[in-house]
């Protein structure tokens, strides 16, 4: 469109583009008025006037307004026209409508801004690859500035942990003009891993030919933590029920403690566990589990028998009844290695407690550093209280069997549990073709001592009786009180 004006600033003249740019249908209908009137914003058509005045020249964006008084964005180049003289004689300017281009850049913008602002990362490369663009959302989450990733491809981010055959299908999968999506392990520029959930769609030109691909990236680092933990803690208490089965099926210590060590292992892996039992001052070893033997001679695990004053760890625990870990025993003070587990670099202990004393201790081992963590010493206490169950558990039924098969008052086996072990012998006899000898002992006139002294010193008769008889056997002969002051032996 063309317009002039004189220098008062009312058109003089307008060619058919400017009617039709405008909305109206003769030129009548606009020569004669201020060329203001024809803008939205009359003062800063105004302001374009006296700039034209000034200068002689003036380029720029204004918002026009119609005949209908709707609106449109026009570029206008407008200049000051003078005579032979060098006198003003009037102003012409041309205009050009740029209403579709004002809205395609500013959808272009707010695209641009989505994609600066995106809560993903977003990652454009060429058909080989390499990264031509990478939002800040990419910057913050790698590590990597845009300067260093530019002209570069996305292996910087391989994290080593995914086989080739995940990047093979990948380029196989863009390359044919289809999107992948998947997971992916990467590390960022400082070593540390993330998880990725990402999304590469190709891009294709008006010719359908392949320019592009776009990568959209979501940081689900934290969702797959979650995820862990929470299947971590199903391994866990998937262990725990089967640990508390075996505690209620069996009253065997040694098989009870062999499913509590292969349990720990499900959800804490290690070279080796062991359960040590506490007497005093001594710790024993009692069961262990090593996965070294193959590359370690048999005593990886260290000496069977302590004592805690050597194990200052040991003896602090016993104290404290609190776990001890040590991710590294190089790197630690408080470690002292015993004789045999010198190859040890990651070590947690926990105390087995029975009855608020601490009574045994579970060992897990490493030979890597910095392998557990706090996580791992939590899960290993509860494992150490099922421990303590089975512990108490053999306790209990070593006493109760004791009280069946033993004489209350001497100590001697007593009669029901004489004639069992009798039967045993006597086969055993017959199968050797040994011989065995049965010897019945009383006390002459035991009666009398009761009726004269009373029967606690008839209990204090029988239980010496029965001790100088013990001791005047040998230990595989078997002695039992038959009954009232009647005692059997087999020999």
Same mark, same amino acid.
């Given at each position: 469109?063309?317009?002039?004006?004189?220098?008062?600033? %009312? /058109?003089?003249?307008?060619?058919?583009?400017?009617?039709?740019?405008?909305?109206?249908?003769?030129?009548?209908?606009?020569?004669?008025?201020?060329?203001?009137?024809?803008?939205?914003?009359?003062?800063?058509?105004?302001?374009?006037?006296? =700039?034209?005045?000034?200068?002689? !020249?003036?380029?720029?964006?204004?918002?026009?307004?119609?005949?209908?008084?709707? +609106?449109?964005?026009?570029?206008? @180049?407008?200049? $000051?026209? *003078?005579? @032979?003289?060098? +006198?003003?004689?009037?102003?012409?300017?041309?205009?050009?409508?740029i209403t579709e281009q004002k809205r395609a850049e500013f959808e272009l913008r707010k695209l641009s801004q989505a994609v600066e602002q995106s809560a993903n990362a977003i990652v454009i490369t060429d058909i080989e690859g390499n990264i031509e663009y990478a939002n800040p959302k990419f910057v913050e989450v790698s590590g990597y500035s845009l300067?260093?990733?530019?002209?570069?491809?996305?292996?910087?981010?391989? @994290?080593?942990?995914?086989?080739?055959? /995940?990047?093979?299908?990948?380029? +196989?999968?863009?390359?044919?003009?289809?999107?992948?999506?998947?997971?992916?392990?990467?590390?960022?520029?400082?070593?540390?891993?993330?998880?990725?959930?990402?999304?590469?769609?190709?891009?294709?030109?008006?010719?359908?030919?392949?320019?592009?691909?776009?990568?959209?990236? &979501?940081?689900? *680092?934290?969702?797959?933590?979650?995820?862990?933990?929470?299947?971590?803690?199903? #391994?866990?208490?998937?262990? $725990?029920?089967?640990?508390?089965?075996? /505690? !209620?099926?069996?009253?065997?210590?040694? &098989?009870?403690?062999? %499913?509590?060590?292969?349990?720990?292992? #499900?959800?804490?892996?290690?070279?080796?566990?062991?359960?040590?039992?506490?007497?005093?001052?001594?710790?024993?070893?009692?069961?262990? @589990?090593?996965?070294?033997? #193959?590359?370690?001679?048999?005593?990886?695990?260290? !000496?069977?028998?302590?004592?805690?004053?050597?194990?200052?760890?040991?003896?602090?625990?016993?104290?404290?009844?609190?776990?001890? /870990?040590?991710?590294?025993? +190089?790197?630690?003070?408080?470690?002292?290695?015993?004789?045999?587990?010198?190859?040890?670099?990651?070590?947690?202990s926990a105390p087995v407690m029975i009855r608020g004393q601490v009574v045994g201790i579970l060992n897990v081992l490493s030979g890597t550093p910095g392998f557990f963590t706090q996580a791992h010493a939590e899960r290993l206490l509860a494992f150490a209280s099922q421990v303590a169950v089975a512990m108490e558990n053999a306790q209990l039924f &070593?006493?109760?069997?004791?009280?069946?098969?033993?004489?209350?008052?001497?100590?001697?086996?007593?009669?029901?549990?004489?004639?069992?072990?009798?039967?045993?012998?006597?086969?055993?006899?017959?199968?050797?073709?040994?011989?065995?000898?049965?010897?019945?002992?009383?006390?002459?006139?035991?009666? *009398?001592?009761?009726?004269?002294?009373?029967?606690?010193?008839?209990?204090?008769?029988?239980? &010496?009786?029965?001790?100088?008889?013990?001791?005047?056997?040998?230990?595989?002969?078997?002695?039992?009180?038959?009954?009232?002051?009647?005692? =059997?032996?087999?020999?």
């Amino acid at each position: 469109a063309i317009a002039m004006s004189d220098l008062q600033g %009312r /058109l003089i003249y307008v060619n058919d583009a400017f009617l039709k740019m405008w909305g109206f249908d003769h030129v009548s209908d606009v020569l004669g008025r201020p060329v203001n009137s024809f803008w939205e914003r009359t003062e800063q058509a105004n302001r374009v006037a006296e =700039i034209l005045s000034e200068k002689g !020249n003036w380029i720029g964006e204004l918002t026009a307004k119609r005949r209908d008084a709707s +609106q449109f964005e026009a570029q206008v @180049s407008a200049h $000051l026209v *003078t005579g @032979s003289d060098g +006198q003003p004689v009037c102003m012409m300017a041309s205009f050009l409508d740029i209403t579709e281009q004002k809205r395609a850049e500013f959808e272009l913008r707010k695209l641009s801004q989505a994609v600066e602002q995106s809560a993903n990362a977003i990652v454009i490369t060429d058909i080989e690859g390499n990264i031509e663009y990478a939002n800040p959302k990419f910057v913050e989450v790698s590590g990597y500035s845009l300067s260093e990733v530019i002209g570069k491809t996305p292996r910087i981010l391989r @994290s080593g942990e995914h086989g080739l055959e /995940l990047y093979r299908n990948l380029w +196989q999968t863009i390359k044919a003009g289809q999107v992948w999506k998947g997971e992916v392990h990467n590390r960022r520029k400082d070593g540390t891993l993330y998880w990725e959930d990402s999304t590469i769609t190709p891009v294709f030109d008006s010719e359908h030919k392949l320019v592009n691909f776009i990568a959209i990236k &979501e940081d689900i *680092t934290t969702r797959k933590e979650l995820e862990d933990a929470e299947r971590d803690q199903r #391994k866990l208490a998937e262990a $725990l029920r089967d640990t508390s089965t075996a /505690l !209620n099926s069996t009253l065997n210590l040694d &098989e009870v403690l062999d %499913r509590v060590l292969e349990n720990i292992e #499900k959800v804490t892996p290690f070279d080796a566990a062991m359960v040590l039992m506490i007497k005093g001052h001594a710790v024993q070893k009692i069961r262990q @589990s090593n996965n070294l033997e #193959k590359a370690i001679h048999s005593g990886v695990t260290g !000496n069977t028998q302590a004592n805690l004053i050597n194990v200052p760890i040991l003896q602090e625990m016993r104290e404290t009844r609190q776990p001890c /870990l040590i991710p590294d025993t +190089q790197g630690d003070p408080r470690w002292r290695a015993v004789p045999g587990m010198g190859w040890i670099r990651s070590f947690i202990s926990a105390p087995v407690m029975i009855r608020g004393q601490v009574v045994g201790i579970l060992n897990v081992l490493s030979g890597t550093p910095g392998f557990f963590t706090q996580a791992h010493a939590e899960r290993l206490l509860a494992f150490a209280s099922q421990v303590a169950v089975a512990m108490e558990n053999a306790q209990l039924f &070593e006493r109760v069997h004791h009280l069946s098969v033993t004489d209350s008052l001497t100590e001697l086996m007593n009669r029901r549990h004489f004639f069992e072990v009798s039967k045993i012998e006597l086969e055993r006899t017959h199968r050797y073709h040994r011989t065995l000898s049965v010897m019945m002992i009383d006390i002459d006139h035991f009666k *009398t001592i009761n009726d004269t002294h009373g029967h606690a010193t008839g209990d204090l008769a029988l239980r &010496e009786v029965a001790g100088r008889i013990k001791h005047s056997v040998r230990a595989v002969d078997v002695v039992a009180r038959y009954g009232g002051e009647e005692f =059997i032996v087999l020999m």
